[in-house]
């Protein structure tokens, strides 16, 4: 058994999901693998991680319109010094991932037909978001 | 060290929680590893997994209706093309898990003494849900 | 490669999120792994674990105040024979992590800058929470 690293950067252009499945997938297609497990790791407290349904782009609207119904910007947060979108971007992780574990069957990420993986960025400004992808296996 | 991987089959009757611990133990055993790191991995994005009680049934009762408050039907999503109860079933995946990553001590998961895997099917009609098991250890 | 395994005890005292980065560093710094993945998995189903950020403690209690006013103790749960914060407890577990999967990069957890690793307890009364440990890697 062997492992491998690598770290992605993700641009982000404020509020948003935004896929990168193929960024993964051209990594690990390059490491060779036949049988495994992925980690990806975002490295940041206020953008995080879902897998989603990647075929309609409506989904992904209204999964941002629920999270900011659910953590507004507008709320008395102890924390406001960084900005009234700050602490909706902690609460908003909170409730996504910061990590996410897939199996590799047959040298591919076991993402079902319909499965793709996001960086959910909570911030308004454009970010590059890091994210860890380790990968052991065979 | 070694690795594992196995695909379960949960069959489900519409939304709710569905424990299948014990298919994932039986497993488990077959492979006989002493120490080591187990994945578990829902292949689908309206339904999710969730590590609960699994002492007293209401709690899973409480759990489904939480989440149908949270995200309810009956809301104008910009996604309702298969259905009413799709759109709240990707928010409630969001809010859950696709990946579970559980240690394995003494030959078993380190579950809790109240802790069960569950399957949190999302959609009202019944389904065969896919997870994929995979472990690497000794 | 090779892997390590580890229990830590985190003494809680009642609601709110307790860091324990500092207590996962010291042991795997013991271990003495360059390249690897780390699980992390809370051994209950009425606390969890929770990345944060740990610059600003007005954050802790933003999310904390969060999480009690999206999952109350005042409503009529089919489960309150264990007291009115243990329904509360189970859905707050339920929206937030039981296992993390963190790599390992250059002998160091591939943390970034503010983050944090938490237990987040959702119980009013102390308890003693039981985290597992698991390392894979180099």
Redesign the interface.
């Known amino acids: 058994?062997?492992?491998s690293?690598h770290t992605l950067s993700v641009r982000t252009n404020g509020k948003g999901l935004i896929e990168f499945t193929d960024d993964v997938a051209r990594w690990l297609s390059q490491e060779g693998y036949t049988?495994?497990?992925l980690?990806v790791?975002c490295?940041?407290?206020?953008a995080s991680l879902?897998?989603?349904?990647n075929a309609?782009p409506?989904?992904l609207?209204?999964?941002k319109?629920?999270f900011e119904r659910?953590?507004p910007e507008y709320h008395p947060?102890?924390?406001d010094?960084e900005g009234p979108d700050d602490?909706p971007a902690?609460?908003r992780?909170?409730?996504?991932?910061?990590?996410?574990?897939?199996?590799i069957?047959s040298g591919k990420m076991?993402?079902?037909t319909?499965?793709g993986i996001y960086l959910f960025e909570h911030r308004s400004a454009p970010h590059v978001r890091?994210v860890?992808?380790?990968v052991?296996?065979?």
């Open positions: 058994m062997r492992q690293q049988v495994g497990v980690t790791f490295r940041h407290t206020s879902l897998i989603q349904e309609d409506s989904v609207r209204d999964l319109e629920f659910i953590a947060y102890a924390h010094t602490m902690h609460i992780s909170a409730l996504t991932q910061t990590s996410l574990s897939i199996p069957v076991a993402l079902g319909w499965q890091q860890v992808l380790h052991v296996g065979d």
